[in-house]
């Protein structure tokens, strides 16, 4: 039956085997040579995730949905729902989706790390009011077979790095940092909301089309290339 652990989950040796849907209000950690089994339920976390073991994700779905900043360590997971009403989601470790990635509310920050799908197919799920935060050269979510993002969802790349910037469609586009280092578009893309380059960020066309529907605001460096903005 339907179960809340009102603090910590520490599954420290053997296995937990979960067959209905868990609410852990705190963290929850699987330690080295430990196990956690999903199988078809909904294990909703409100603190920190950290699996230095074993996590068997089955069917099921992890929602990270506290109220504070939240840790996820690397893991795969079946189907994987960031889902906060305040506090930021952040990545420690490169994390995979079986099934689909959904930012349902609030930020999720990869930092440079991966939330990739593990074969083609699934959905990544940008909602609207939220925000994507790619700190890496190369790490917005790869592998998913539709990429759903939301009007005035933001996705923002700021890396200190230079970055490749995935010619997808958006809701609102940010980039911030890097200096000289510059965010580099690999294919054309849209923008269904607006673009904002933050003082200190370089946006770099490379000679592809940017399909822009809502407001430019330039406050660091746009080299333009060959491209277009339309």
Avoid at 48 to 58: D, V
Avoid at 96 to 116: P, V, W
Wanted: net charge neutral; proline share 1%.
């Amino acid at each position: 039956s339907t179960s809340t652990v009102a603090g910590n989950l520490v599954v420290s040796s053997g296995e937990l085997d979960v067959n209905a849907t868990m609410t852990v209000t705190g963290n929850t950690t699987i330690s080295s040579g430990a196990i956690i089994t999903g199988d078809a339920v909904t294990l909703n976390i409100g603190g920190n995730w950290a699996n230095s073991g074993t996590f068997n994700a089955g069917t099921g779905t992890v929602n990270m949905n506290g109220t504070g900043s939240q840790n996820i360590s690397a893991t795969t997971f079946n189907n994987l729902i960031v889902n906060k009403s305040s506090g930021t989601a952040v990545l420690t470790g490169n994390v995979t989706a079986n099934g689909n990635a959904t930012l349902q509310s609030g930020i999720f920050d990869l930092s440079t790390f991966t939330c990739n799908r593990s074969s083609v197919g699934g959905v990544l799920s940008i909602i609207n009011g939220t925000g994507l935060y790619i700190g890496g050269a190369n790490n917005f979510p790869a592998n998913f077979a539709t990429n759903s993002l939301g009007n005035t969802s933001t996705v923002l790349y700021n890396g200190t790095m230079a970055q490749f910037v995935k010619g997808i469609t958006y809701g609102n586009l940010s980039f911030s940092n890097g200096g000289a280092a510059a965010k580099t578009l690999v294919s054309s893309g849209t923008v269904n909301g607006d673009i904002l380059v933050n003082s200190g960020a370089t946006l770099h066309s490379g000679g592809f089309t940017i399909t822009l529907l809502g407001n430019w605001t330039n406050s660091g460096t746009f080299t333009p290339s060959t491209g277009t903005v339309v």
